[in-house]
């Protein structure tokens, strides 16, 4: 099968960048060092394209009360202009997919799905629409994402946005969006990112994404900003704590095991899949006082622990590795993993086996790195 390209994939290629296969996507892996990119998103900025992932659109009067029956979270809550990180799950409690929903009307959601599940996400929100007053949308093969992040992110910005637009910039709070035009290319600008920096994310029509990429690597060459690929994306996100779909989160994991517990409404009305699970599940004190918790891993050696690596406490099998690799911004070797929570606390030193040989591992609190406010 034929990995898809972005519309941008020709404007990568011509930078030099290599390409990896993510989620059935042909994407840049990177476009020269990803350690230059890693630190350039932590010093500067970098523009990635994230156009593999899914956009679908809920609207009509029903929108809120619809999205309560299908994600894990309170969306009708969500103040118009604001977004909001949820679950979808499925009737054995297990994670469809997290993603992030925008609220862009009284009656007007954003759902963006990760790119290897924009499909079943977009299908399953299509399939349980009965009953209720909206319409679903997939518009994912029409609608590009370019991020860009770093400290730099805004002053970038905001040079390129339209006449009297620069304080919607200015003035964007975390998890907020509207629409704007930067470099006179109408798109819905959020201030979200998968990075532990400030940034952006912009969302934009496939025929504007490729002029939209080049003014912002145009205008952000002297703020420092490059581009950047997946690799430096996932050490980004693994220093920042982020769990990645596939590696971390599952259709079998517990959102309770995942530290994500929070993200779920109990208080809503609407029923939701697995609904009755997670509540005997929350009850139980899955990942808490039972089951596995997902723990970050400082490394007291130089060797990195990588994802499906056993990991033991006074010689017996306690869980495993589901990222890892050195932190370039700390210096040492970072790892998140699932143990048993009795080998949870903060402070165990754990083995890590890797291959064939124990390496110690320290039980530290996530994220690794937090970037100064």
Request: net charge negative; hydrophobic share 40%; glycine share 14%.
């Amino acid at each position: 099968m034929t990995a898809q390209q972005t519309v941008l994939h020709d404007v990568h290629a011509a930078l030099g960048a290599s390409f990896t296969d993510f989620g059935g996507w042909d994407m840049p892996l990177k476009y020269g060092s990803e350690l230059a990119e890693h630190k350039a998103v932590r010093e500067a900025a970098g523009v990635f394209d994230l156009s593999h992932m899914g956009e679908v659109r809920v609207t009509g009067p029903d929108a809120g009360k619809f999205l309560n029956s299908v994600l894990a979270g309170n969306l009708a809550v969500i103040k118009v202009g604001k977004a909001k990180y949820s679950l979808m799950t499925n009737t054995e409690g297990g994670i469809v997919d997290d993603l992030i929903t925008y609220r862009l009307g009284e009656e007007e959601y954003l759902v963006v799905p990760n790119a290897g599940n924009a499909k079943t996400v977009a299908g399953i929100l299509a399939e349980s629409v009965e009953g209720f007053n909206v319409t679903v949308k997939d518009e994912s093969a029409d609608t590009s994402l370019v991020a860009v992040q770093g400290p730099n992110a805004e002053a970038i910005l905001v040079p390129l946005a339209g006449e009297g637009q620069a304080e919607i910039v200015t003035g964007m709070g975390y998890y907020a969006a509207a629409p704007i035009q930067i470099a006179g290319i109408e798109i819905l600008l959020a201030r979200t990112g998968y990075t532990g920096e400030d940034g952006f994310e912009l969302y934009v029509a496939n025929e504007n994404a490729a002029a939209l990429w080049n003014a912002i690597l145009a205008g952000g060459s002297e703020q420092g900003l490059i581009p950047c690929g997946l690799a430096a994306r996932d050490s980004l996100r693994l220093e920042a704590g982020m769990p990645l779909y596939g590696n971390e989160l599952s259709t079998t994991g517990s959102p309770f095991e995942a530290g994500l517990g929070p993200v779920i409404s109990f208080k809503k009305e609407e029923n939701f899949p697995g609904r009755d699970k997670l509540e005997a599940a929350k009850e139980a004190g899955l990942g808490s006082t039972t089951g596995r918790k997902l723990v970050g891993l400082m490394g007291q050696g130089r060797r990195a622990a990588r994802g499906g690596y056993a990991v033991s406490f006074e010689g017996k099998e306690v869980g495993v590795v589901t990222s890892g690799q050195p932190s370039p911004t700390l210096g040492y070797p970072v790892a998140m993993a699932y143990v048993d929570v009795a080998a949870a606390e903060l402070g165990t030193v754990l083995d890590v086996d890797l291959r064939g040989k124990a390496e110690k591992f320290e039980v530290i609190e996530l994220p690794f790195y937090s970037r100064k406010k």
